[in-house]
């Protein structure tokens, strides 16, 4: 497939003209002109771009990319190692960070909800990034961690009584442990997220609102993959999802 035509299909797709970021999304860095092979991941590391070589790749697909508005500008170091291997073997790097999160058929908050079994009913914060809605049954909170865990292969960090029953969730993937007093605001039992800030502990407590922060890595393999898979369904092209482990 041509690098320009799978670029404005993704444009298109994402809606990407209509997010405000925190970085450019679409085609970061501009590669060989045709792609037959995508690999994706969370990141775009070294260790990605390191495996999508040996893998033979066209194309690398990534939640995070690179050139963040808090981001030193100067191309040094970690970044100059990393953009340096991609221009070395003629990759495409497509990045999509807000309207990955926020797609509401392959993005990574209903992918999240497809793997836990969440029922969608509607969405909030920032941009509709965050979603809401009910379990598919009723489960203490200390039976929802347990699910979350062995579903995401990574033990969440837990905020509330764990006999409680709980029924309706909120849930944001990644950093967005700051949605949590908009999710008390909505009434639910629980609020997931992939990270916590000191704060986000204090007003679990204090609202009555229970708090999961299942990873922020955790949380976000599942977008990227289900586009990827998407893609190549689509269009015919080779897809491989290449996970690189991060605790956090």
Not at 13 to 20: H, T
Not at 23 to 49: D, F, H, K, T, Y
Not at 68 to 78: D, L, V, Y
Not at 220 to 226: D, I, P, S, T
Request: glycine share 10%.
């Amino acid at each position: 497939m041509n690098r320009d035509e799978l670029d404005a299909y993704l444009t298109r797709f994402l809606e990407v003209p209509k997010f405000q970021d925190y970085c450019p999304n679409g085609l970061q860095v501009e590669g060989r002109a045709e792609i037959c092979r995508i690999i994706s991941g969370v990141s775009a590391s070294l260790a990605l771009l390191e495996a999508a070589v040996a893998a033979g790749a066209d194309a690398v697909l990534v939640h995070h990319g690179y050139f963040w508005k808090s981001e030193e500008a100067c191309i040094t170091g970690t970044k100059r190692r990393r953009i340096a291997l991609i221009l070395e073997h003629n990759l495409n790097l497509f990045a999509y960070h807000l309207p990955l999160d926020a797609h509401p058929e392959i993005g990574n908050n209903i992918e999240l909800a497809r793997r836990l079994g969440f029922e969608t009913e509607g969405w909030f914060g920032e941009q509709n990034t965050a979603a809401y809605g009910r379990l598919s049954k009723t489960a203490t909170l200390g039976d929802l961690a347990r699910e979350i865990g062995a579903r995401l292969e990574r033990e969440p960090l837990v905020v509330g009584d764990l006999t409680r029953p709980v029924a309706r969730i909120a849930w944001c993937t990644g950093a967005a442990q700051g949605y949590l007093e908009e999710a008390v605001k909505l009434g639910v039992d629980v609020y997931l997220s992939g990270e916590v800030s000191e704060q986000t502990i204090h007003l679990a407590r204090e609202s009555g609102v229970a708090f999961i922060a299942a990873g922020h890595h955790a949380t976000e393999r599942y977008g990227v993959q289900a586009l990827g898979r998407d893609l190549a369904q689509r269009f015919g092209l080779e897809h491989r999802f290449i996970e690189i482990p991060n605790p956090v």
